[in-house]
């Protein structure tokens, strides 16, 4: 989860350096294709898979919500602080569990209503409406939130019929699909140079979710969830270094109310999983 957590920054620092020269949904569009020769292995799960209609139907809605929360982050890359991207990103989670609750009728505890009430205030922190100016970039990420999390809610529910290979092979196609008429619409022919830096963005991407895989798999989530927070410590430091982006106290006060939101809905789930699993004194035990 740390070299997750350095891939990730690594690609904010890659899409930062860009500075606006390629247009949000062209950039994001040739992220995509750059990174389509790693689809190569998931090709035969997917033919495999024989989707129906209805499941299409579920994986082109997640591309076309992916494809517009993807647009929206690569515009607020170019808008905002990353501080501010990596703070209000953090959000998504938050507005799953709310999505869940509404459209998978998932109990919401008092607990759980609490630390999403607390992360809410943990955005308005960042934002302070009426004391900071909130630009287009700020509205972008809220939107990317929402969206992300629209889009890990029927993720949710496909990854129960269908392998992760799949999941993720057909959302890497819809978001490829979906972005190539907005990325034709406000083209720019790139440099060679910016093409360099998209295909480092493809490579650092598809390297940190395969590491994130790799984490998943080797440890549970409350042991590697903590630790993809470190990248709001890398970004305020790049940020100040690399891009001479001031250190803004609120939106690190803001940063920490949301993370430690997040790590206590974590906490309590992963307790009420162990539960679960434990049986009572008068089940068998294997």
Same mark, same amino acid.
């Given at each position: 989860m740390l070299l997750t957590g350095l891939c990730f920054v690594a690609v904010n620092v890659l899409v930062k350096t860009l500075h606006g020269r390629v247009p949000a949904a062209e950039a994001a569009f040739l992220r995509y294709v750059l990174g389509l020769p790693f689809l190569l292995p998931m090709i035969r799960p997917i033919l495999s898979a024989h989707l129906s209609g209805r499941d299409l139907g579920f994986f082109a809605l997640r591309g076309v919500v992916h494809t517009l929360g993807v647009v929206c982050w690569f515009y607020a890359m170019t808008r905002i602080p990353i501080a501010d991207v990596t703070s209000m990103g953090y959000m998504a989670p938050i507005y799953v569990t709310i999505g869940a609750a509404i459209f998978l009728g998932e109990k919401l505890a008092l607990r759980r209503i609490l630390a999403v009430a607390a992360a809410l205030v943990g955005a308005l922190i960042i934002l302070r409406p009426g004391f900071r100016e909130v630009n287009a970039g700020h509205l972008a990420m809220l939107a990317n939130s929402v969206l992300f999390? !629209?889009?890990? @809610? !029927?993720?949710? #529910?496909?990854?129960?019929?269908? #392998?992760? %290979? &799949? &999941? *993720?092979?057909? @959302?890497? !196609? /819809? *978001? +490829?699909?979906? @972005?190539?008429? @907005?990325?034709?619409? #406000?083209?720019? +022919?790139?440099?060679?140079?910016?093409?360099?830096?998209? $295909? $480092? *963005? $493809?490579?650092? $991407? /598809? %390297?940190?979710?395969f590491t994130m895989t790799l984490a998943f798999a080797a440890a549970p989530i409350t042991v590697t969830q903590p630790v993809t927070f470190l990248q709001l410590v890398w970004a305020v430091l790049i940020g100040w270094l690399i891009f001479d982006e001031g250190v803004d106290p609120w939106v690190i006060l803001g940063g920490f109310v949301i993370i430690s939101a997040i790590s206590f809905i974590t906490w309590r789930e992963a307790v009420l999983k162990r539960r679960q699993m434990t049986p009572t004194i008068n089940q068998t035990k294997v």
């Open positions: 999390a !629209i889009g890990y @809610l !029927i993720a949710k #529910n496909m990854s129960d019929k269908f #392998n992760p %290979a &799949v &999941v *993720v092979g057909m @959302l890497s !196609i /819809t *978001v +490829t699909i979906g @972005l190539a008429p @907005l990325a034709a619409m #406000n083209w720019v +022919t790139p440099s060679w140079s910016d093409m360099a830096v998209l $295909a $480092a *963005v $493809a490579c650092f $991407a /598809t %390297a940190g979710h």
